[in-house]
């Protein structure tokens, strides 16, 4: 059973850009905007980070702000993830959860940033 759906992912040169996409498996909108959910990151080797999560308020980790853009579309149960001036730094596997309490994972999308 699959929780979280990501995609978008793919191989970016320094500098560009790449939007990710998230559907959920929530189905009604009050529950959906009463929830905080996030994109995560895990590069090879390293622990999965929180890198950017969206509830009342959006955060970013100090690594990604104002390059990453968290956004949601209520109508649809999607997150989203603009990432723009991508890094080397930015290549892992990015997953979509909630903050409090995730469910299971998902596959990811895999994202390499490489000239």
């Known amino acids: 059973q699959v929780r979280f759906v990501e995609s978008g992912g793919g191989l970016a040169q320094p500098g560009g850009s790449l939007r990710l996409s998230c559907q959920t498996h929530r189905f009604i909108t009050s529950v959906f905007n009463s929830l905080e959910y996030g994109w995560y990151r895990q590069a090879p080797g390293k622990q999965r980070e929180l890198v950017a999560s969206?509830?009342?308020?959006?955060n970013y980790a100090d690594s990604v702000k104002g390059r990453f853009t968290i956004s949601r579309d209520s109508a649809r149960k999607r997150l989203f993830l603009q990432m723009n001036s991508l890094k080397p730094e930015d290549t892992a596997v990015y997953y979509c959860n909630r903050v409090r309490d995730p469910d299971a994972w998902g596959q990811g999308t895999q994202v390499t940033v490489s000239p």
């Open positions: 969206i509830g009342r308020d959006t």
